[in-house]
């Protein structure tokens, strides 16, 4: 089993900024994707921005210059620095991750499996 749990958001003023953390733990050989997913009320959830392993990263258009993601694969974290929000980037935002895990079953037979996790999601408000 794999957790991701988040921290940070809250409600930020229009123009503000706000960091979220990820934490995963668990049977993690290989964390090969983390980022942030986010859905505000009424809508589909969209990204918002990915790193892999090999640390290339997308972003959502809507987010590109102002949100950075990092990770540090040691501690199996990643953070969104998000500068210059504003009321359209209210939403809960998820945390995600693509995980390779490896495990010796009951029978004593190496298994793996490569799996998406979700978190509970953290809410980040912006007022205007």
């Known amino acids: 089993q794999v957790q991701l749990r988040e921290s940070g958001g809250g409600l930020v003023q229009s123009g503000g900024s706000a960091r979220l953390s990820c934490s995963a733990s668990?049977?993690?050989?290989?964390?090969?994707?983390i980022g942030w997913y986010r859905q505000a009320a009424g809508q589909q959830r969209e990204l918002v921005a990915t790193i892999t392993h090999t640390d290339s990263t997308d972003y959502a258009g809507s987010v590109k210059g102002r949100f950075t993601i990092a990770k540090d694969n040691a501690k199996n974290t990643a953070t969104l620095e998000m500068i210059n929000l504003g009321p359209e980037d209210t939403a809960v935002y998820f945390c995600?991750?693509?995980?390779?895990?490896?495990?010796?079953?009951?029978?004593?037979?190496?298994?793996?499996?490569?799996?998406?996790?979700w978190g509970q999601g953290t809410q980040v408000t912006v007022s205007s």
């Open positions: 668990g049977y993690i050989d290989r964390i090969d994707v």
């Open positions: 995600y991750a693509k995980v390779t895990s490896t495990w010796i079953d009951s029978d004593s037979v190496p298994r793996a499996a490569r799996l998406e996790h």
